[in-house]
């Protein structure tokens, strides 16, 4: 069987994370985030500083050291079966990068969600936004999806903490960027016939629903 390579798009705050997280436990396969692969690299080494003050600032990461990140991480043997990207590729040149690499895996990508949210909702989802200080994958909203203790993980108790790059200001800049730099790919993944836009301002459970329609329509359409 063909493996499958799903690209979840949308701007920041539109449940990319949230929906990924779900897909790849009920498809078992390796969700791989760009933002999270960065942070993972920490402040030790000097690439490590320049990412996280690339990211603070809310600038993308330049595309030569994006592709070699992803590069690295999917010769890792748990994505022999696909796998499910969340915030790459961002640029054109990462989307082409990337066809080249499945190919050379011998694979393509199989499906492109592309969640769609108003510009004010996506500002107010990331700045209500708080992650596990242990598990940064334990996300929740203070609105639409709140802890069930007050500044507690659900799953280990641990303090939640605010991400650095989750300011109002840094949120906008992002969302603008976002459809900057990365509004090109809608077309190019159009013209391939893999993009399928869900609406992202609905209850999560709903979204969740949907999603999985199309890339369960999208896995049957490629065998
Ligand atoms: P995210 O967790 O997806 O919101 O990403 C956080 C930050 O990481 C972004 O604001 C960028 O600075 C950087 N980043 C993540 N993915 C990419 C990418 N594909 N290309 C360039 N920069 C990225």
């Not at 790849?24 to 942070?39: C, D, S, Y």
Request: hydrophobic share 35%; charged share 25%; aromatic share 6%.
């Amino acid at each position: 069987m063909a493996a499958t390579y799903i690209i979840l798009m949308g701007v920041q705050g539109a449940g990319k994370g949230t929906q990924a997280k779900k897909l790849a436990e009920e498809l078992h396969l390796p969700h791989i985030t760009t933002g999270g692969l960065f942070r993972g690299m920490g402040q030790d080494t000097p690439l490590g500083r320049q990412i996280q003050e690339m990211m603070k600032a809310g600038h993308l990461v330049p595309d030569d050291i994006t592709i070699q990140v992803v590069r690295e991480r999917l010769k890792q043997p748990d994505t022999a079966k696909g796998a499910i990207f969340d915030g790459f590729p961002r640029t054109r040149p990462q989307a082409e990068a990337l066809d080249t690499l499945l190919k050379e895996f011998g694979g393509k990508v199989t499906v492109v969600p592309f969640f769609n949210l108003p510009r004010e909702v996506g500002i107010r989802r990331i700045t209500d936004r708080m992650e596990c200080s242990v598990d940064a994958s334990h996300v929740y909203n203070l609105n639409t999806n709140p802890p069930r203790v007050d500044g507690y993980c659900d799953i280990d108790n641990a303090l939640l903490k605010r991400r650095a790059d989750d300011t109002p200001e840094a949120a906008a800049r992002r969302i603008d960027l976002f459809y900057q730099e990365t509004g090109p790919l809608f077309d190019y993944y159009r013209q391939r016939g893999v993009l399928v836009e869900i609406d992202a301002d609905q209850p999560i459970e709903t979204v969740t629903e949907v999603l999985k329609k199309v890339v369960n329509a999208a896995v049957k359409h490629e065998k």
